[in-house]
């Protein structure tokens, strides 16, 4: 079993739809977790960090759900711009990130 | 500044040739790193540094070698290229206060026939 999972996708929606990716991690000692956004052929770029209590930044939200050991992150209102492969990332200790294979978004017109 | 760069941004190697990637970061960040990326596997860490002068191995380290001789350069070197190391290679680095926001050059897409 991976260390970090996530669905593939892709997923096809059209532009203003709500969508939500999730992950799940297998080491319960994980302390710390993000989502990374990564365009075709690019590097990855941070997005945001995920915290207990749950965060938002603009259109993003972020959850940890740590009991079962989920985390997931929800676009609303997506934008063409927002077509990118979101990887989500998890750090068990220092110095060690985990990442996950990626969830593929495209958003249509 | 120009961030976290990589060199080359291609390359093709036969079966037991050598190389070395280049990564330089202008940042003064203490903390480097190497991953590779293949489909459906994610990032994988190969080697890390948290300062000049030391070295760590990550999850797939095996047939690559590092050194971290000034705290801006973090090179890569394959020994003996292998088809397996077919992949695209990311560098990273971090400030000790944020680890966990790795700054990526842009990386290396590395062919091995």
């Known amino acids: 079993r991976k260390e970090v999972e996530q669905d593939p996708g892709p997923f096809n929606v059209p532009e203003g739809a709500t969508v939500a990716f999730n992950c799940t991690y297998s080491n319960s000692a994980s302390q710390s977790f993000f989502w990374y956004r990564q365009d075709c052929r690019k590097e990855p770029k941070l997005l945001m960090s995920v915290y207990s209590s749950g965060n938002e930044d603009g259109r993003f939200t972020a959850q940890l759900n740590r009991a079962s050991q989920y985390i997931s992150l929800l676009i609303r209102d997506s934008k063409l711009s927002d077509s990118a492969t979101y990887l989500c990332?998890?750090?068990?200790?220092?110095?060690?990130?985990?990442f996950g294979a990626g969830t593929r978004l495209t958003v249509k017109p | 500044n120009a961030g976290v760069t990589q060199t080359p941004k291609f390359q093709v190697l036969k079966t037991g040739q050598s190389m070395t990637l280049q990564c330089a970061q202008d940042m003064n960040h203490e903390y480097m790193s190497w991953y590779r990326q293949d489909p459906g596997m994610g990032l994988r860490l190969i080697h890390y540094?948290?300062?000049?002068?030391?070295?760590d191995q990550g999850e797939v380290p095996n047939g690559y070698n590092v050194s971290r001789s000034t705290t801006e350069d973090f090179p890569l070197r394959l020994l003996s290229a292998a088809p397996s190391q077919t992949s695209v290679y990311f560098c990273?680095?971090?400030?000790?206060?944020?680890?966990?926001?790795?700054?990526f050059g842009p990386g290396t897409r590395l062919l091995v026939l």
């Open positions: 540094s948290v300062g000049a002068g030391i070295t």
């Open positions: 990332v998890v750090i068990p200790s220092m110095s060690d990130m985990r």
């Open positions: 990273a680095s971090s400030s000790p206060r944020a680890e966990e926001t790795q700054y």
